[in-house]
């Protein structure tokens, strides 16, 4: 009988644990970094990069894809741009 308390009581810790441990995984993940064969650079996707993909996708006309879903040639057309439009041109307020 206490083998079955010992085996609940290890089943009901590590049922409590699991999720905290998940959480804390997804807390550290890492920013994925994407290598522009053209501009011989990487570029690293976070929330900065991610605007100026939306932004890109708007002047393009295009609907929202997942970058990494995109087409190698489509990919590099977006790193060309990028190289085009650094992060200080980006987003202009113009005030008149």
Do not use: C
Request: hydrophobic letters at 30%; charged letters at 35%.
């Amino acid at each position: 009988m206490k083998q079955f308390l010992i085996v609940g009581g290890l089943l009901m810790a590590a049922s409590l644990i699991a999720p905290v441990a998940m959480m804390a995984d997804g807390d550290n993940h890492r920013e994925k970094r994407y290598y522009d064969r053209d501009g011989r650079d990487y570029h690293t996707w976070n929330n900065n990069e991610d605007r100026a993909y939306r932004q890109y996708l708007e002047e393009q006309r295009r609907e929202y894809r997942v970058f990494p879903k995109m087409r190698a040639p489509q990919q590099r057309e977006y790193f060309r741009w990028r190289h085009e439009h650094p992060d200080n041109t980006l987003f202009k307020v113009e005030i008149r």
